[in-house]
């Protein structure tokens, strides 16, 4: 990648894809229909976006939509791992075709770009939020109801770029019980609000492990915060999720679809939904 970083400034003439420097815009894949935009985010890492991201996929493609992940978390990306997608992509004159899970759900990640799954990606920001774009701007999505985007934690250059370059219907938020990370989320949740991005819900995971013997739900890391949360930065709607051995078991097996997930999401997706349906009468 060092051709990328070395940049001489002369895009016209430059044939290095997804170079954050660009100055030319993209061409816009003349195949795309993307009617919604939802984020998948969290202040800090290991609290389950990705987790959460193939569920809300796994629900909406379940219901009739037509879905796709973008896999935003370009230096830890975990979604084709999760949905048990192996092989390279594939290109034509319109674009770059994205994987297809086995339920018919769109996947786009620089994963399925490396030689090796375990290869890392060291690319600097600008880089980063290039190839972002390019995934979003130059994929073969076709028709699409949710593009889902599967965001790394923090508020740096990805969430940035995201919320200023992409159409967002709104963002989904996601935390684990513990009042830090409760912090951790308001910091999201204020800079999504100063820039007019909506925050559609909070995903509180890991809330609690249930005993598969006396059926006893054991507050592992406290007391859930969801409830407080919610109430403080005005989120319109919340979800638990417990830690479930066999939801990890399926992950590593690649078959996150197979997931009994119930009605645990139905809050969330209500509200994405519910965004949707205002969007769409606006515009009518």
């Not at 030319?24 to 009617?35: Q, W």
């Not at 250059?157 to 308001?186: K, N, R």
């Not at 507050?219 to 915060?225: R, T």
């Amino acid at each position: 990648m060092a051709e990328q970083l070395d940049c001489g400034g002369a895009c016209s003439g430059c044939n290095v894809e997804g170079c954050g420097s660009r100055t030319e815009p993209p061409k816009p894949t003349a195949r795309a229909n993307i009617k919604h935009i939802i984020g998948v985010v969290s202040g800090k890492g290991g609290v389950g976006k990705s987790l959460v991201t193939s569920l809300l996929a796994k629900k909406l493609n379940e219901k009739g939509y037509h879905v796709g992940i973008l896999d935003a978390d370009v230096t830890g990306p975990s979604i084709p791992k999760t949905f048990g997608i192996k092989g390279h992509l594939t290109a034509d004159e319109d674009g770059i075709n994205p994987a297809v899970t086995e339920s018919g759900i769109k996947v786009m990640s620089v994963n399925l770009m490396l030689p090796q799954d375990d290869m890392p990606v060291a690319w600097r920001g600008p880089v980063i939020t290039g190839v972002l774009r390019q995934f979003h701007d130059e994929t073969n999505w076709e028709d699409i109801d949710y593009l889902l985007i599967d965001m790394p934690p923090g508020t740096a250059d990805v969430f940035l770029t995201v919320m200023q370059s992409f159409d967002l219907d709104g963002i989904v938020t996601v935390s684990a019980p513990q009042e830090l990370v409760a912090m951790i989320v308001g910091k999201a949740v204020n800079l999504a609000h100063s820039m007019d991005v909506p925050v559609l819900g909070l995903v509180e995971n890991m809330a609690y492990f249930k005993c598969d013997e006396c059926g006893k739900e054991h507050w592992i890391f406290g007391e859930p915060q969801g409830k407080s949360v919610t109430k403080r930065y005005q989120i319109p709607s919340f979800a638990t999720l417990p830690i479930d051995p066999e939801f990890a078991r399926l992950c590593d097996e690649g078959k996150v679809e197979q997931y009994a997930i119930g009605d645990a999401l139905d809050p969330i997706i209500g509200q994405i939904e519910a965004v949707a349906a205002r969007k769409e009468a606006a515009t009518a």
